[in-house]
């Protein structure tokens, strides 16, 4: 029986991928008109933006003219509280729209969060930017002030003061936030040593398999050309802390099944959490996980969000520490890279999908030598004088 599968995406090509290796399944998608190329051979509709509901609810009905549908599946952050709003008008399983929020929205996640007992930092949620100091009154300053809506580190600011908010608002420091036209997260800022990821598989409410990794340096404090991390020891305190904490958001958010992942910062009190995304994580975290466990994180969103079971790896885990690290595609130094022992390989920006840039995998003794294997691999990539 052919399972009818309603795919909200963008440009991501391995969900696309993965949906196509089942030759039980049939995929619509609701996408904008700018990766039109990528659908050909696909009932397609189209939005503007996953943000305007109101388009969102006009293309799922185009959509489901075609047939009942058995799986709406998000494969983008901005995707996922529009597939909420999809499958509770089309009546499909699934997260809903106020469990799809928790996944997405960053005051409504945090408020889930803390009301469970989970470690979060103070935060309030903004009307427009001119509002900030206002909620900023509630969580003290300083703060870290982003849209309540978004991915990665786009439009995120770190503010000492009200005076300094004035200076650099009055100065148009703050114009891509303001022209997001999304209210503000705004958050005390939390001092921290380090910072971790935990990304994990979700089936039928429970954790199926979850791993903590950390970051070389924080997204924020590093260029995206040069982002990198590593596998974690998982037996260390700390990691064991992590993988808790995992378990208990997984709980608090009411998680069915998916994709999961978790940011937590690392400070003197312990962990806290930074966001939580119910999708597989970017910049070749996936990849990494590959490596060290032999395990598609894509493939492993796909399986669950369609009702399947989790996959069983078909080899053991790597003893090693695995690491990765972005790297500006510079004349040559893939190949210069390729030739360091350790390196397991290296994806050019066509195989990586992100222009300008290549994804180096390694392999290392442990934390501390993965340290100094990126550290080495990233002085490589400084042009010569």
Known sequence: MTRQVLLLNSDKPEVLQALARRPDVTVRVMTRKVYADLYRGHEVA???GFADLTQVEQAAYELAAHGPVDHVVAATEKSVVAAGL??????????GFDASLWGAHKRA???????????????????????????????????????VFGSASKCTYRVDSPEEFTARHRAGGFADLAEQRLPVQVERLVRFTH?????GVVHDGE??????????????????????GYI????DPFSRDVLDLHDRVVA?????????????????????????????????????????FG?????????????????????APRPETVGRTRLPALPGLRERVLAVPGVLEVLTPEECASPGRLEAYFTAADEAAAEAFIARLHEMAVPAA
């Open 46 to 48: 189209y939005v503007d």
């Open 86 to 95: 999809v499958r509770a008008l089309l009546g499909v399983p699934g997260p």
């Open 109 to 147: 996640m945090k408020d889930r969060l803390r009301a469970a007992g989970l470690p979060v930092t103070d935060h309030a949620q903004a009307a427009t930017v001119d509002d900030v100091p206002r909620a900023a009154e509630r969580t003290g300053w300083p703060v870290m002030i982003k849209p």
């Open 195 to 199: 910072e971790y990821h935990c990304d």
């Open 207 to 228: 954790v199926a398999r979850a791993a903590v990794s950390r970051y070389f340096l924080p997204p924020l404090r590093t260029s995206p050309n040069l982002n990198s």
């Open 232 to 235: 974690a020891d998982q037996t």
């Open 252 to 292: 608090a958010l009411g998680l069915p099944a998916g994709v999961t992942h978790l940011e937590v910062f690392r400070t003197q009190d312990g962990p806290v959490i930074g966001e939580v995304a119910v999708r597989p994580g970017g910049m070749g975290i996936s990849r990494m996980w590959w490596h060290a």
């Open 295 to 315: 395990v598609d994180l894509w493939e492993e969103f796909v399986r669950v969000s369609t009702g399947e079971r989790p996959s069983r790896p078909d080899r």
